[in-house]
């Protein structure tokens, strides 16, 4: 009784590590994607199997109606009921599905594509799912310097502005020696494509130059203002100022484009990996293709061979009947020759005979 029951456990637990072989990954990190560039939202069934024939779901777990971000389903991607924010953007390689691999690739990456993901695998008998969490990284608009106006002890009112930013970026003021200066009002908005920071000071005209950095992990933009010691006109310095934000803009605007070129040349070296890696894959598929092909042609001359060894069989075998036969009708024929040749003979005896007999008849008649 004992050992039954023990047998029943072992094999219930047999039946429940099976169901439980397969778990959906995601990344153990958040996935960091930069604004207007593409990432890829990792999710895989570990050990792999292929999922072609399972349903994908890949979803905003963090919205209330779990938004459909991409969905697969009976052999084919189903995206009908796709967000519109996603309309477009998101693809699932259907190759790598065979390897167990749903990741997604979602292009031109806006900020409010951050949040949680949810990547649901499911067949008839199993089910699982995987969160992937992307941060997106948006390197916003050079800060603007504006001047706001004096005031009667000499000092000059400045704004510096910066928008297009996410996460919240970290903007300061600086004087000539580089020491921070504490901003007297600060300002912070978040809008869909990101945070926009605006910050005022105060500085006297002993601050000859004063830089407004907006700072976002390794990224950094920096605009100069310089201020003349000399008391102009107020409304001619203004002019001045203006003047030299609007280079200075130019200039953040370089550093930007240095930026973005570098970044491109990541990209492009990414996208130069990932192609070659598809390339390496297809020749491989090809090789496979060939083997096959080959194998295919090796049955078939196999095959060949059999049919024409048979063939050949046949042949000589239907030559040998036919040779068989031509030797007995010959046999037949030379028996019938000779059945002939002895009837000619007796023919020849009894006409022998038959004038024999005649002669004895005359003689006897003389
Ligand atoms: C989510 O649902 C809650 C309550 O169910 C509601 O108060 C909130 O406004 C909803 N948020 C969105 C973004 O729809
Ligand atoms: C889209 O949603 C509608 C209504 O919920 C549903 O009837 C339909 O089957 C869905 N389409 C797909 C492709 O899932
Ligand atoms: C997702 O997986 C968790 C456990 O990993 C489970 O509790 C939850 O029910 C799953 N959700 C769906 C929709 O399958």
Not at 72 to 90: A, K, L
Request: net charge negative; hydrophobic share 30%.
């Amino acid at each position: 009784m004992k050992l039954i029951f023990l047998t029943l456990l072992v094999i219930i637990g047999i039946t429940d590590s099976r169901s439980e072989q397969y778990v959906v990954v995601g990344p153990a990190d958040p996935v960091i994607a930069l604004a207007g560039e593409d990432v890829i939202l990792p999710c895989s069934v570990k050990p792999s199997i292929s999922v072609v024939d399972m349903r994908v779901e890949w979803s905003r777990s963090d919205r209330n109606d779990s938004e459909l971000v991409h969905l697969y389903e009976d052999h084919d991607d189903r995206n009908t009921n796709q967000s519109q924010s996603y309309r477009g953007r998101t693809k699932l390689n259907h190759e790598e599905l065979q390897r167990g691999d749903a990741s997604l690739k979602l292009s031109s990456v806006q900020v409010s594509d951050e949040g949680r993901y949810k990547c649901l695998i499911q067949s008839e008998s199993w089910s699982d799912n995987a969160t992937v969490d992307v941060s997106v990284e948006a390197v916003g608009s050079p800060p603007v310097i504006t001047v706001d106006g004096f005031d009667q002890s000499g000092g000059l009112h400045l704004q510096c502005e910066s928008e297009g930013w996410n996460p919240e970026p970290f903007l300061e003021w600086l004087n000539s020696e580089g020491a921070s200066l504490s901003s007297e009002k600060t300002e912070m908005q978040r809008n869909t494509d990101g945070f926009r920071v605006k910050h005022s000071i105060t500085v006297q005209h002993r601050d000859d130059k004063i830089h407004c950095r907006v700072r976002l992990r390794h990224h950094m933009l920096e605009t100069l203002i310089l201020t003349s010691s000399k008391s102009f006109n107020p409304w001619r310095k203004l002019i001045i100022l203006s003047t030299i934000v609007a280079v200075l803009v130019v200039i953040s605007g370089i550093l930007l484009a240095v930026f973005v070129r570098k970044n491109r040349e990541y990209n492009t070296r990414q996208n130069e990996y990932r192609r070659k890696k598809e390339e390496h894959s297809k020749l491989q598929k090809e090789k496979v293709r060939i083997q096959q092909e080959h194998e295919k042609l090796q049955e078939e001359k196999k095959r060949k061979q059999q049919e024409y060894s048979e063939l050949l069989q046949n042949e000589n075998q239907r030559i040998k009947q036919e040779r068989d036969t031509i030797l007995e009708e010959k046999v037949r024929i030379q028996r019938e020759h000779e059945k002939r040749e002895e009837e000619k003979n007796r023919i020849q005896q009894e006409r022998d005979q038959l004038l024999e007999e005649k002669r004895k008849q005359q003689g006897e008649f003389i």
